[in-house]
């Protein structure tokens, strides 16, 4: 046993050298602690970049499930575009086409300045109101002719004359005005024949609004036909916590239009009673448009335009200017989904990383602009190393190019998108612990043998000085 250690031994690769056989030195202490200083400094460093964050990007197809939808959200507010007639439609370069989108789309009115109109109502009290007799009936001091269009000068003396009165406001090229003049004249009539002029608690009449254009701007008309009721001189009703106005959107039958009269004369003057033709139209003349639609990963267009049925529009009376407040593409990240793409994303988040479009305005400087935003969309798929099980974080980038011209068809406001079918890939890299422990190694066995050879070179440099020293003194 004893010569099988013997043995052994013969392949020492670390044999000592007696302590009687070493001499230390004053150089040699100070390489050794230069050494260790390097040593310590140099495994920091490696520690840091082994416990630091390292990524690689990809460029791969898109790996996205086949037919997944995607969600389009958007804030924009349209300072002169009523809620009456605002929709929103979607299309996409399959023929898919969906119009005036209300499932997911929230409208709510708002003033020129574009702030939402809530509770606050106009202070009216400075304006002295209309005078009445016992019977509820406006002093009748002025001949005016019923029958015929209404103007600017005696728009208010009618309305102050009669409790009620149900005007239409027309344009003579529009189609739908056509159709409803036959049947407003027999209506108007009817009406008429039922409550004379002495009876005086209802009356029908009408504005042209092609000779009286501010005279319909100033009442926020947009589209055409549109019959607004006025009670004592005013078309004001609250709903909810909002003044809007009334409007008839009942059938343009003569039937339902007598019928719809009968029902307002109990009630001259007084709140209206509940009647399905009743409708609220936006005192105001702009609209906040808020909400989202999933779409097809296809190209596609977001449009904003006023649309009704049942109405006409002048194009050059629609003005498209807009606020963009936001718009993003795809789910927006919960605060921990956020702090880890702003760690791993390869160009870091700036503040509009996900919504190039966001606190933009765009001004109609010209009659019928359409405005146009062309979003070239990419996909950024981020793969955390630590939640690896846990799913990948999609977030969705695009670039945004905008511009405004004129167009013989009704001005809009349209978002076309287009999705890349590269997707970028960004996974959370780490070193394997292993090449941590081997650069370890080399760092100490490296640093050590260096400064061991010179620390050999100076003690032998210096023996050779030596004895030179001392070849010359003897």
Not at 11 to 34: N, Q, V
Not at 82 to 110: P, Q, W
Not at 272 to 287: F, I, N, V, W
Not at 367 to 382: D, N
Request: proline share 5%; aromatic share 10%.
């Amino acid at each position: 046993m004893a010569r099988l250690f013997s043995k052994l031994k013969a392949i020492d690769f670390f044999k000592k050298i007696p302590s009687d056989l070493t001499e230390a030195t004053l150089t040699g202490a100070w390489l050794s602690l230069l050494a260790a200083v390097i040593m310590v400094f140099l495994f920091a460093a490696e520690l840091t970049s082994f416990l630091s964050t390292t990524t690689s990007t990809q460029l791969v197809v898109d790996r996205s499930p086949q037919n997944e939808l995607l969600k389009l959200n958007f804030n924009i507010s349209f300072p002169a575009l009523s809620c009456e007639f605002a929709t929103v439609d979607v299309s996409d370069s399959l023929g898919t086409r969906r119009m005036n989108l209300t499932k997911t789309v929230r409208k709510m009115a708002i003033d020129a300045e574009m702030v939402r109109v809530g509770s606050s109502v106009e202070d009216t009290s400075h304006k002295p109101g209309p005078k009445y007799d016992e019977e509820g009936r406006f002093d009748e001091d002025q001949d005016i002719d019923i029958t015929l269009p209404l103007s600017h000068a005696n728009f208010e003396a009618t309305l102050a004359r009669y409790p009620i009165v149900i005007v239409n406001f027309y344009a003579p090229w529009c189609h739908w005005c056509q159709r409803l003049e036959p049947t407003w004249e027999a209506a108007t009539k009817e009406v008429h024949d039922k409550y004379p002029e002495w009876d005086g608690r209802i009356r029908f009449a009408k504005v042209d609004c092609t000779l009286e254009m501010e005279l319909c701007r100033d009442h926020f008309i947009q589209g055409f036909p549109s019959i607004r009721v006025f009670r004592k001189g005013h078309d004001d009703i609250m709903i909810g916590e909002t003044r809007q106005h009334e409007s008839y959107l009942g059938d343009r039958t003569k039937e339902s239009l007598v019928a719809f009269a009968d029902s307002l004369v109990p009630s001259a003057g007084q709140p209206h009673r509940k009647h399905a033709a009743l409708a609220a139209a936006p005192k105001t003349s702009g609209c906040n448009l808020a909400g989202f639609v999933m779409v097809k990963k296809v190209p596609g267009t977001l449009t904003f335009v006023a649309r009704s049925e049942g109405h006409s529009f002048d194009h050059a009376w629609m003005n498209m200017t807009h606020l963009v407040h936001s718009f993003h593409v795809g789910t927006r990240p919960s605060p921990r989904k956020y702090q880890q793409l702003r760690r791993l994303h390869p160009a870091g988040l700036t503040a509009d990383w996900a919504d190039k479009l966001r606190d933009q305005f765009f001004l109609s400087e010209h009659a019928q602009s359409t405005h146009e935003h062309y979003l070239q969309v990419v996909l950024t798929t981020i793969e955390p190393r630590r939640s690896r099980h846990a799913g990948s974080y999609d977030a969705y980038e695009y670039t945004a190019h905008s511009h405004t011209f004129q167009s013989d068809s009704i001005p809009s406001a349209r978002i076309t998108y287009d999705l890349s079918p590269i997707q970028i890939l960004v996974q959370e890299t780490s070193r394997p612990w292993y090449h941590f422990l081997t650069t370890s190694c080399a760092i100490i066995g490296g640093v050590f043998t260096v400064a061991g050879i010179l620390d050999a070179l100076l003690y032998q440099s210096m023996k050779v000085v030596k004895k030179m020293n001392l070849g010359k003194q003897g």
